[in-house]
């Protein structure tokens, strides 16, 4: 497959693209025509089809895998794809990881890691609970290993939500470490279930956007009422160890203007919202500077950090 | 029995009362002694145990129902029982509702008004969810006619949360009828189901505090849990519905500030958040001044109202 | 007359429109031409003066009615008028209820529902004040029925002040039959009252802006000396009643942010806010989903109502 | 006259004292006796008639003017007065100067400078509207001589709102000269005008405290009435002008949090607002630093000032 | 010299201007061209070169002074010049003052009027204080000289930060006149040094922008380790004098949200960040009405003064 | 020696304890006393001095340490010692560690490990900069050993500011391990100076209060001028590198609101900020579950954690 970021001016295209999107446009002159964007794992590029009720170009929606036939030529300085044949493409044909944004990491590897933090767990209860999600529940796996951690801001990519929650579970463990008053199992197991619920708030990909139900009842209610679900499946579960590892979850945000209903009320409440903070910054300070032409130069005000940013430059 | 506002300098005391409070504490002379805050539903009165170890004192707890001998004194201009003898009672020697604070409406003409609006719900799955809490689940109908709607601030009293639910139902059933846009048979639902969560998050008088579970996880989580619950019993309630319903639970303080970790996205919730926050500080007023010796003079500043606030005078 | 809505590709246009906005342009050529808004209470639609110096062109300013002949077209996928004739139109050519956006309901009905209100006032004051105005007062009458109750957010047109004023006491009229604390009349006036202001806040349409001294005073206080002016005129009105329906329309916004000067400090005032807000979110609400494509759909933030929002589904 | 500054204990009392509070009490052998708190300019003592019923005791209450004759006596290390007579004063045995608070600057040469400034407004219209106040209003001028700029904060004194006046008024002279834009005449008018429904807000001396009105209404809004009101009594006072001067003064607290209604938009309204605010942050520092034993000690967290202080030392 | 603001239609080009942005384009027909911003202090005037790489331009890049051939014509309604000549200008052939905005005041004499100020101060330690930057430092005083008051909001010109310098001191020496707590010498100190970090936190003009140190560090912390670092070269300055006007500096913002690590919490701190933050909204205010084509209509919302702002039209 | 915490009623002490406070009474006889408060590492004990113009009792101040000898009796259920004589103790009858609170930790352990921390930095000149504050500046080491890290809220102990900087070093180095982005040199060099400003900021034990510099200007300008004054002592230290580590220092607050003049803009200064936020949090919390003597209840609202708190129960 010939990617997008390799296409140049004058150049044939025929291969299988994602259509991020699809809208009718009219010219100058009257007549309609086609706006595409077509979309691989490489980027992007703007597609005109100037003939849309021609013999060779089949009735396609956005999201699809459309096999496109076209040339390449520039306008105003930017690359587009004139398209002269357009066919809806079989599964089996495509691969879909080669048309979607995908964790720099693997997953299998991570999942692994994962696992073995949860074979780690001392607490019987709150280890059955992470393997009836982790180890039994197959539907939940693939969706949790394929779910991004957000919409836009970090973590926004195929295994994006593994990714994210193992590295604030590694937080967690390190301070779990560092301050004794902390209780490893349940700061742990509170971790590794506190994004849970975005495997429902979002759509799984190339959609990764807020489900229906995403929007009115959101992540963290939802996964607080996942794990309520499979706790009541475990006998004997303690019912204040799920009162307080809940607590955890709805916690998580730590302040109720950012979605929780509750704010830290117990010190593994108050290290999870560190760890899950610290990770969601540190992630999207660097993959701004990676994305950045200038790393060291400022990048301009970022929301989520609140301040003008620049990558360091030590000298 | 004799209420405690009766009682007079002089009088003997031979009554059985509700022990709000009590700690041990020693005179200037080293001897030990108790102080005591005895209740029934018109107030309460100061006790003293000179003699704690004397025959005819028990041994008792707060929150107990306590026979108490004594004779009521005049220390620095306030009242007080200097106790003789004290025994705890049996259950049956009492009536609790002559020591709690209780609704000025009856119970169960409230509860009758509740079970007619129940019924006039056209929804048949709002209608079955609504019937399997009020009509079906006795332990639930004991607890939710016997709770308070807050433990200071509004309708602190049994019946209070029938009170206050049944008058924001009221308000809902007006606002339906004012604006077509509102689906009344949810809305109406939304408002009957807000507070059920008050169940669980206070305990039951004469204690009516927050629970360790309320204080964890709140009313508005639970009681979004308790209705989904519920729901799971009915066969083909449509999920979008249900998802509804939970949203308006879930965003029915309207503020994240308040504890909603979503903030009113369809109009019942928009709805439902008025009718519920009207109910509060018209209650909340109306305490004040009724409290009030002088309800027309200026009172002093109110948190909840958040201002001096008066009764009106009219001229 | 031919309605905006209803006007087609080459249709030909000869009728009385309303200008909107005017301005000149240059085109690429370097002639000059004129871009013009028509509206008609169906819509608004471009139009292009080509030679602004011809023959049929008369000179006109904005908010002028003109007559206008000319040539429907499509440019970009939306229509526009090439207009060939421009003659400024007499007053009697032309109804101006014709061009602007008018309440769903009738003023005639709407006014005489609110005289009924003012009847059953109980107190002769209050109903003395109220007939100052709403009977005696031709001018304002006048001016109260045709204006709107905001420039863009809500009840945005010819009699909506009126609609929004009737609803809002409506409102009033609920609450005080469920809250016995509050005082009809004194309510139901302030409800009336509370936004009379507004008869000099904003201009009269088609302009319906911010006038000067609405900038500068603000509807409150504007509305406030109004009622305090009418007050001075009625003898005897005792003046702690005066001062206290001051109060009300004073402290309606319930919060210093939305501009009252005073925070609501006796319950009519606190009730009134509660009336006025949740009308207006309704309002906003409706509006919104009325004059959406996909009502069911999430519709994007919206700032009043401070959330994304979407049509209720039920199912 | 004995001041209460230089009353010592074993003197012997025998003067006429304003009596700032009385209440009734019990002694622990449940006799009744009266605590009195005795006001002169020089500060306060505690009284107590232990024998009220008794033959020289008049009836008396808080804010008369009684003649106390009595021995002074320490008890827990703070002095008070054992009254053994007590008789209301009539008007004319005393002086008010004696009991109040007053400005350290003389009234009336304050009073003189506000007059010539007046005298140098070159506007027609604003030097006939503030003659109509300060020149030709006397029950005006006396109260206005007579009012505390604020019940509490600063210039809490007789003569304190001329004293505020008078210094706003020049620092709104000062910044005229400053910058070009600000016109002198309307500014000053405002600063001169700025605060007079201050007294109606607050109750005259020895009282000091918000007034019914004061608490409902504002000096804000009832200033800006007082304004309206003369401005209606001069013939061809431009509309404009009297739009911006109320502006000014509705807009003068700056922002909407602190009771203002309109955020100044006028350059005058902008220059009004840190002329008063500077004034009053000003005297608020130099009172507490005057009444402080070590001025140049950190003195405690301020509320105003919203920061702990201290005096300056310079080395 | 001809200025841009005297460009017309049809004229030919022959000066020397500032280059304020260059970038490359490319036209439909793929060919390379620039578009240039030209500058002097009477605006600026878009340029192209359509031909970059013929023989009469050279290579030059933004901020440099480049001596232009062309000639002016219309497109789109804006004037343009149609580069045909471009070479690097040398120093010397122009004069840097014909091409930055300059304060309307007179540098010069701006600045002996401030060291007639530095003249009079009394106190020993801050007077060498001040003249060890004002006196003796030339780079500091050419730079003092030459900076701005702020990137863009106000006194965005040549001799701004002197102008503001210079009116915030006038205002604390009237302000020390006023209030006799203040100390006179210590606030003078504090004003004229309160802003001269900004010569390190601006770069110099043409470019007027945050450095890099700036935006790290900013003018508060850099102009306060700047007055630090002159008082250790003081032999004999009193420590606390030294920290009171440290503090003074770090505080003359007034709130932490303004940037400064520390509340006002000495009285000529709190008059500093006054005299500070007046001068800046009058010449806000100004600089807007001045600018403006139509300064008594209303202006639009401005940031700085929160609020829609209007010249005053008096009547 | 015996501890304060091991004294019983009826005991006799004879010993040295230090004199937290001590105030002059009087007592309803009208007979001067001294109130005392004893304090050592274990707690305090009130004392009263009844005759203290007798042989026995020398003069003394609070701060010293006194040798009391006196009597331990009950006084409304709390202990006091009846002081019979007083003498002021020389330096060298007593330990001041045993007076004070102290790190549970070893302070030469402690300083050990980050002497270990520094050897590991690789970059020479920030190396050479932590060697100049820890290794060549004897009189900062012993002030550094010595300091709490806070006034009262948490690490409030001799030995608290190297206990709180060592754990944020350690938070930091675990974070560079986890995020490349992150520099670790700049980072715990960072992490090992944010603090150090505490040393002037607060005096030294038994004060441990705020001095007039540290009110004045902070620890966290302080310490950046520390670390600004020993970098100019560093031959070629790269100017980049200053910048960048004394912006970590001065964004470390994280928030304007917390005394931060500027937001974390590099990516160390985002780690940062986080690693000493939540080591003061974890401190915090388990100090206040420490103290308390059910830690599993619930402990009331803490205004650090800005939530109601309790230890963990897990079942």
């Known amino acids: 497959m010939r990617?997008?970021?390799?296409?140049?001016?004058?150049?044939?295209?025929?291969?299988?693209?994602?259509?991020?999107?699809?809208?009718?446009?009219?010219?100058?002159?009257?007549?309609?025509?086609?706006?595409l964007t077509l979309q691989d794992k490489t980027g992007t590029i703007d597609g005109k089809v100037w003939d849309p009720n021609s013999a060779g170009i089949d009735e396609f929606e956005e999201k699809e895998y459309v096999e496109i036939v076209g040339d390449v030529s520039s306008f105003n300085g930017a690359l587009q794809v004139s398209v002269k044949r357009a066919r809806i493409a079989h599964e089996g044909e495509y691969d879909s990881k080669d048309?979607?944004?995908v964790s720099a990491k693997d997953v299998?590897?991570?999942?692994?890691?994962?696992l073995d933090i949860i074979d780690r767990t001392g607490n019987e209860y709150l280890k059955r609970l992470l393997q009836s999600f982790f180890i039994d529940d197959e539907k939940f796996i693939a969706r949790f290993k394929f779910s991004s951690a957000a919409k836009m801001v970090h973590h926004a990519f195929v295994g994006g939500l593994l990714e994210h929650t193992l590295s604030v579970t590694k937080n967690c463990i390190f301070f779990a470490a560092q301050y004794p008053r902390l209780d490893r199992d349940l700061?742990?197991?509170?971790?590794?279930c506190h994004d849970i619920g975005k495997t429902v708030e979002l759509s799984p990909f190339p959609d990764n956007d807020y489900t229906d139900e995403g929007n009115l009842l959101g992540h963290i209610v939802m996964g607080t009422q996942m794990v309520d679900e499979k706790i009541r499946s475990i006998d004997g579960f303690p019912s204040v160890l799920a009162t307080e590892l809940k607590h955890c979850i709805l916690a998580h945000h730590g302040e109720y203007e950012f979605g929780s209903p509750k704010k830290p009320a117990l010190i593994e409440a108050v290290a999870l919202n560190f760890a899950d903070d610290i990770d969601a910054k540190m992630e999207t300070f660097s993959e701004l500077l990676d994305k950045s032409q200038n790393p060291n130069d400022w990048q301009g005000f970022n929301r989520l950090l609140d301040s003008n940013i620049r990558g360091t430059r030590l000298g």
Chains 1, 2, 3, 4, 5, 6 share one sequence.
């Not at 700061?187 to 590794?192: E, M, P, S």
Request: no cysteine; proline share 2%; charged share 25%.
């Open 3 to 35: 990617y997008i970021k390799d296409l140049t001016e004058g150049a044939r295209v025929g291969d299988i693209y994602l259509i991020k999107s699809k809208s009718s446009a009219v010219t100058k002159n009257g007549k309609n025509y086609l706006n």
């Open 99 to 101: 048309y979607l944004p």
């Open 108 to 114: 299998d590897s991570m999942y692994k890691e994962l």
């Open 187 to 192: 700061l742990v197991t509170a971790a590794i």
